[in-house]
């Protein structure tokens, strides 16, 4: 390994150590309030050491987003790479299955999704951030289209389903349904008695069936 390598390997190491320590905090439920001096702390680093490696609190927070793009999409992937005999159909329901999962094992991942989505691309520019956020946008995309142009063949989705639509559908499904649920947990809870977790499987199992063919008997 050159020495250009192993210094941009370093820098990796410690910027995950960052972001595995905010982690940490968010699962101790001090999300809202975290400063610099809390994540320097958790970290075991001097706040002057954090700014070695990230700008500020922003950039951090934003690399979270990423790290929660790249493991979902990962996760994604996988999961439809080991189910290639499924329709479809099939195919979106296992990717509800996946981002409900998600909301489950890391509630951070979908906050972050909840909170960058409605961002301006300008701000990732500032970041340093926005060519990776295309890309990981444009390959979950490239998921939902495959599964739904399948399913379309395979006769599991609805024959007049339009690919792009569908696509639209569903990234609103999720940003809506997640955002809703982080939001509104109080009201789900008091007025609707159900969990976070029941009300975003509850939406996302209602929603799926738009897709779904149905053939006439």
Request: aromatic residues 10%; proline residues 1%.
């Amino acid at each position: 390994m050159t020495k250009s390598n192993r210094k941009k390997k370093d820098i990796e190491i410690r910027r995950n150590e960052i972001l595995d320590a905010v982690e940490r905090i968010y699962e101790m439920g001090n999300f809202e309030s975290v400063t610099m001096d809390d994540i320097a702390k958790e970290a075991e680093f001097t706040k002057q050491t954090l700014y070695a490696y990230f700008k500020g609190k922003d950039e951090i927070m934003a690399s979270i987003y990423v790290r929660a793009a790249n493991r979902i999409n990962g996760m994604i992937k996988s999961k439809l790479d080991e189910q290639e005999s499924m329709t479809g159909y099939e195919k979106l329901d296992l990717m509800r299955i996946v981002f409900t999962e998600i909301a489950v094992k890391k509630p951070l991942y979908t906050k972050m999704i909840s909170i960058y989505q409605l961002k301006d691309l300008n701000e990732f520019k500032e970041l340093g951030i926005y060519e990776e956020i295309i890309t990981k946008n444009a390959n979950l995309t490239s998921y939902m289209s495959d599964c739904i142009a399948k399913g379309i063949v395979d006769g599991s989705v609805a024959k007049n389903t339009d690919v792009q639509s569908g696509v639209l559908f569903l990234k609103a499904l999720i940003l809506g349904a997640v955002s809703m649920v982080i939001y509104n947990e109080q009201y789900m809870r008091q007025e609707l008695k159900l969990t976070p977790l029941e009300s975003l499987s509850t939406i996302f199992e209602f929603s799926m069936k738009a897709f779904k063919n149905n053939p006439v008997l």
